[in-house]
């Protein structure tokens, strides 16, 4: 393997530089801890990523909802109080997007590489890792799109059978390429005409069309394996063909609700929306905002064309769809995110089940920080299962699953007080949320 520095009694290896590697990283070296860091791109790429850059955001550039009475938003809360990195550079380069936090994701690889890649207490190896290094403590973050020759290696030490879902990216738009006298400015229940985000009105006819369309256009051939685990589709970020089979409305109800806008050309709200949202600082592209797809590129571009306002667009990058991978945490882990069997390893990320940014530069924050601990001859920690980062890590090692599939945060992972329903069930957990991280906190 070749390093770009040396670094003596380096005790911790991180392999992976995604958001949950960098994150345990940072954890790391901010505390003064020498570091190997491993990443195999681009010597080997993952079909997914397009750059050499760490913490490169695949899928979106939305990191999630930022309000505090979200569940993403509260699991942000307690990532920076714990001093994430993640989130110290996601604010910096935020782009609009109403009430989500999003990112430029170029501006935000780029610092995180830049900050890491030619640090003096990181030796940074760019190779393929297709094994576990057998001294010291080692974080495995390799993601979801893990290398065959490092699954297989897993499993033979793991001893049991890899899991996996599939994943999908949505297209981005060229700003300059969307008529604007079409898609209007605007959020959900904001002021017309103004807001985050461009919105693509859809009359009945239209959407009809639309729907048509999309479920008779070709798709990109799966292997048998994958056309036997159709199934396995993570919910949040299904392809928008397959949210269409569900039903003609299926999409009204998803990612083409209208609920809360209004068409400034009409002064009504629209039948359906296509929502577009901010992609980089410099405003030049656009996300199609939960249009994931598997479809042929040349289908891609002849059906979403059919969308008022992206008639003339221009495709910057067509959707695709992945398979991903995750191990059986719930054997296979402690809430420390230690393997059972060999406590010196963990694993971080969405390759242990976790789903989401957010979630996974979380996984990564802790399991830095219990490596720390180790280090300084502290027993490392479980946080507060009331917390919701406790609670997404007890989820995820929970024992008791008849199927474990990935998780984002959530608020249905809470049992909450008995007969509590609804908003007052919500502020229930949110305050014992909060009460219980604190005291958390004040422990560390």
């Known amino acids: ?78 990532m920076r109080l714990l001093g994430s990195y993640f989130m ?9 997007a109403g009430n989500a936090l999003a990112v430029d994701r170029g501006a935000f690889a780029r610092e995180i590489t830049r900050y890491l890649r030619t640090h003096s207490l990181i030796e940074f190896i760019n190779e393929e890792a297709v094994e576990l290094p057998e001294d010291g403590l080692v974080i495995v973050a390799t993601g979801p799109l893990t290398s065959p020759a490092l699954l297989e290696s897993l499993q ?21 390429s969307i008529d604007r006298e079409i898609a209007f400015k605007g959020n959900r229940y904001g002021e017309p005409g103004k807001g985050d985000y461009l919105n693509c009105p859809m009359n009945k006819e239209q959407y009809l069309e639309f729907v048509k369309a999309l479920l008779e256009a070709e798709r990109i051939d799966l292997s048998d394996l994958e056309k036997n685990a159709r199934k396995q589709f993570f919910n949040a970020c299904q392809p928008v063909e397959i949210i269409a089979e569900s039903g003609v409305d299926s999409l009204r109800f998803g990612p083409m609700k209208p609920v809360g806008f209004t068409d400034p050309k009409t002064g009504k709200r629209p039948y359906a929306v296509v929502q577009l949202r901010q992609d980089n600082l410099l405003a030049s592209l656009y996300n199609m ?156």
């Open 1 to 78: 393997m070749t390093s770009s520095r040396k670094n003596k009694e380096i005790a911790v290896t991180v392999i992976g530089a995604g958001l949950a590697g960098t994150e345990a990283v940072f954890q790391l070296i901010r505390r003064q801890i020498p570091v190997r860091l491993i990443e195999m791109r681009p010597k080997v790429n993952t079909g997914a990523h397009t750059t050499d850059q760490f913490a490169e955001l695949v899928c979106s550039n939305s990191v999630g909802s930022n309000l505090p009475d979200r569940a993403s938003g509260l699991l942000k809360e307690e």
């Open 88 to 96: 110290e550079v996601a604010y910096k380069y935020r782009v609009p």
């Open 156 to 176: 033979k030490r793991l001893g049991k059978k890899k899991l996996e879902f599939f994943d999908a990216v949505a297209p981005l738009v060229a700003a300059d």
């Open 289 to 444: 905002v939960g249009f994931q797809t598997n479809l042929k590129h040349p289908e891609q571009k002849r059906v979403f064309s059919m969308i008022p306002g992206l008639e003339k667009a221009e495709f910057v990058r067509l959707g695709q769809m992945h398979r991903n991978s995750y191990i059986n945490s719930p054997e296979l882990l402690t809430p420390t995110l230690q393997l059972r069997s060999d406590p010196r390893i963990f694993f971080a990320g969405q390759l242990c089940g976790v789903e989401g940014y957010t979630e996974s530069a979380a996984t990564g924050l802790l399991a830095g920080i219990n490596a720390v601990r180790i280090i300084s001859g502290k027993e490392p920690v479980v946080a507060p299962p009331g917390t919701m980062l406790g609670g997404l890590i007890n989820y995820i090692t929970f024992a008791g699953h008849k199927d474990f599939h990935p998780m984002n945060a959530n608020f249905g992972i809470f049992s909450g007080e008995e007969g509590a329903k609804g908003d007052v069930r919500k502020e229930q957990i949110i305050r014992q949320a909060r009460r219980q991280f604190r005291e958390f906190f004040d422990q560390l």
